[in-house]
Protein backbone atom coordinates (compact mmCIF):
# COMPACT_ATOMS: atom_id res chain seq x y z
CA UNK A 1 0.00 0.00 0.00
CA UNK A 2 1.50 3.32 -1.14
CA UNK A 3 1.00 7.09 -0.47
CA UNK A 4 -2.65 7.64 -1.76
CA UNK A 5 -4.04 5.19 0.77
CA UNK A 6 -2.20 6.49 3.70
CA UNK A 7 -3.10 9.68 3.09
CA UNK A 8 -6.84 8.21 3.66
CA UNK A 9 -5.74 6.95 7.07
CA UNK A 10 -3.71 9.80 8.76
CA UNK A 11 -3.68 13.66 8.26
CA UNK A 12 0.08 13.81 7.47
CA UNK A 13 1.58 15.58 4.28
CA UNK A 14 4.47 17.26 2.74
CA UNK A 15 6.58 17.30 4.21
CA UNK A 16 5.99 15.60 7.24
CA UNK A 17 4.44 12.30 5.88
CA UNK A 18 7.07 9.82 6.78
CA UNK A 19 5.63 7.04 5.89
CA UNK A 20 6.19 5.70 2.01
CA UNK A 21 4.74 2.62 2.20
CA UNK A 22 2.84 -0.63 4.12
CA UNK A 23 4.73 -3.65 3.63
CA UNK A 24 2.29 -6.15 6.27
CA UNK A 25 -0.51 -4.85 8.29
CA UNK A 26 -2.69 -7.28 10.98
CA UNK A 27 -5.36 -5.32 11.70
CA UNK A 28 -5.57 -4.80 15.48
CA UNK A 29 -2.33 -5.96 15.92
CA UNK A 30 1.13 -5.06 14.28
CA UNK A 31 2.37 -3.32 10.90
CA UNK A 32 5.05 -3.30 9.39
CA UNK A 33 5.76 0.09 7.31
CA UNK A 34 8.44 1.65 5.30
CA UNK A 35 10.03 5.08 5.34
CA UNK A 36 12.97 5.67 2.34
CA UNK A 37 15.44 8.22 3.58
CA UNK A 38 16.98 10.28 0.92
CA UNK A 39 19.52 13.38 0.76
CA UNK A 40 16.71 15.57 -1.05
CA UNK A 41 14.38 16.03 2.09
CA UNK A 42 13.94 19.61 3.14
CA UNK A 43 16.14 19.03 6.83
CA UNK A 44 19.32 18.48 4.58
CA UNK A 45 19.36 21.23 2.78
CA UNK A 46 20.68 24.17 5.09
CA UNK A 47 23.84 21.84 5.75
CA UNK A 48 26.95 23.24 3.66
CA UNK A 49 28.82 21.56 1.07
CA UNK A 50 31.60 20.17 2.88
CA UNK A 51 29.53 18.37 5.47
CA UNK A 52 30.99 15.10 5.66
CA UNK A 53 28.36 11.90 5.45
CA UNK A 54 28.21 11.20 9.18
CA UNK A 55 26.75 14.85 9.71
CA UNK A 56 23.68 13.90 7.50
CA UNK A 57 22.25 11.31 10.59
CA UNK A 58 18.53 11.38 9.97
CA UNK A 59 16.91 13.76 12.75
CA UNK A 60 16.28 11.48 16.04
CA UNK A 61 12.67 13.66 15.92
CA UNK A 62 12.04 12.65 12.56
CA UNK A 63 12.94 9.36 13.22
CA UNK A 64 10.78 8.56 16.21
CA UNK A 65 8.15 10.81 14.41
CA UNK A 66 7.71 8.28 11.37
CA UNK A 67 7.80 5.12 13.87
CA UNK A 68 4.82 6.81 15.69
CA UNK A 69 3.34 7.56 12.09
CA UNK A 70 3.42 3.95 11.68
CA UNK A 71 1.31 3.26 14.85
CA UNK A 72 -1.54 5.84 14.04
CA UNK A 73 -1.87 4.07 10.79
CA UNK A 74 -2.29 0.52 12.26
CA UNK A 75 -4.95 2.55 14.96
CA UNK A 76 -6.76 4.13 12.10
CA UNK A 77 -6.35 0.68 9.50
CA UNK A 78 -9.59 -0.97 10.42
CA UNK A 79 -11.26 1.90 11.88
CA UNK A 80 -14.93 3.30 10.54
CA UNK A 81 -14.41 6.24 8.43
CA UNK A 82 -18.19 7.67 9.77
CA UNK A 83 -17.72 6.38 12.95
CA UNK A 84 -14.23 8.29 13.44
CA UNK A 85 -15.60 11.62 11.81
CA UNK A 86 -15.13 14.54 14.26
CA UNK A 87 -12.31 12.55 15.86
CA UNK A 88 -8.91 13.42 16.20
CA UNK A 89 -5.96 11.28 17.03
CA UNK A 90 -3.85 12.47 19.83
CA UNK A 91 -0.55 11.52 21.15
CA UNK A 92 -0.51 10.84 24.90
CA UNK A 93 2.93 9.97 25.88
CA UNK A 94 6.04 7.84 25.17
CA UNK A 95 8.60 6.00 27.22
CA UNK A 96 11.40 3.57 26.79
CA UNK A 97 12.55 5.01 23.65
CA UNK A 98 16.39 3.94 22.84
CA UNK A 99 18.09 5.29 19.78
CA UNK A 100 20.55 2.80 19.09
CA UNK A 101 22.04 3.26 15.58
CA UNK A 102 21.64 6.22 12.91
CA UNK A 103 19.61 6.33 9.76
CA UNK A 104 21.81 7.72 6.52
CA UNK A 105 20.11 8.54 2.97
CA UNK A 106 19.98 5.51 1.26
CA UNK A 107 18.80 3.71 4.02
CA UNK A 108 15.22 2.41 3.84
CA UNK A 109 14.05 1.89 7.29
CA UNK A 110 11.61 -0.70 8.18
CA UNK A 111 9.30 0.68 11.06
CA UNK A 112 7.87 -2.75 13.12
CA UNK A 113 4.56 -1.49 15.54
CA UNK A 114 3.08 -3.76 17.77
CA UNK A 115 -0.36 -2.92 19.53
CA UNK A 116 0.24 -4.17 23.41
CA UNK A 117 -3.08 -2.86 24.55
CA UNK A 118 -5.75 -1.23 23.60
CA UNK A 119 -9.75 0.02 25.36
CA UNK A 120 -12.00 2.71 24.76
CA UNK A 121 -9.86 4.27 21.70
CA UNK A 122 -6.84 4.35 23.12
CA UNK A 123 -4.04 2.40 21.80
CA UNK A 124 -0.65 1.08 23.68
CA UNK A 125 2.27 0.74 21.35
CA UNK A 126 5.56 -0.98 21.04
CA UNK A 127 8.25 -2.20 18.32
CA UNK A 128 11.74 -0.88 17.04
CA UNK A 129 13.19 0.20 13.31
CA UNK A 130 15.81 -1.29 11.62
CA UNK A 131 17.45 -0.22 7.91
CA UNK A 132 17.36 -2.55 4.95
CA UNK A 133 20.78 -3.72 5.83
CA UNK A 134 19.38 -4.82 9.40
CA UNK A 135 21.02 -2.97 11.27
CA UNK A 136 18.74 -1.43 14.57
CA UNK A 137 18.34 2.26 15.07
CA UNK A 138 15.59 2.87 17.37
CA UNK A 139 13.83 0.60 20.33
CA UNK A 140 10.57 1.93 21.48
CA UNK A 141 8.91 0.30 24.54
CA UNK A 142 5.89 2.20 24.25
CA UNK A 143 3.98 5.20 22.54
CA UNK A 144 -0.33 6.13 23.90
CA UNK A 145 -2.43 7.49 21.37
CA UNK A 146 -6.16 8.18 21.94
CA UNK A 147 -9.28 8.60 19.32
CA UNK A 148 -11.20 11.71 21.03
CA UNK A 149 -14.10 13.77 19.56
CA UNK A 150 -12.06 17.41 17.67
CA UNK A 151 -14.28 19.23 19.75
CA UNK A 152 -11.39 18.77 22.63
CA UNK A 153 -9.42 21.20 21.10
CA UNK A 154 -11.47 23.73 20.55
CA UNK A 155 -10.73 27.01 23.32
CA UNK A 156 -12.85 27.06 26.08
CA UNK A 157 -15.38 29.43 25.79
CA UNK A 158 -15.22 33.03 27.19
CA UNK A 159 -17.03 33.81 29.92
CA UNK A 160 -19.33 36.78 29.66
CA UNK A 161 -17.73 39.74 31.62
CA UNK A 162 -20.45 39.99 34.57
CA UNK A 163 -19.97 36.15 35.21
CA UNK A 164 -16.33 36.66 35.11
CA UNK A 165 -16.80 39.38 37.74
CA UNK A 166 -18.60 37.67 40.20
CA UNK A 167 -16.01 34.73 40.05
Known amino acids: MGPHRLKT ?6 PILLVDRVDE ?3 GERIVTRKAVSVNEPWYQELPDATPDAGYGYPVALLIESWCQSAALLAAWDQDPEATDGQVALFGGMSGIEVVGRALPGDVLRHEV ?6 AGTW ?3 GATTTDDGREVLRVESVMTAMRPSSVLAP ?3 QPAAAAADA
Open 114 to 119: RISRAF
Open 156 to 158: PQE
Open 9 to 14: LIPHRF
Open 25 to 27: VTP
Open 124 to 126: FFE
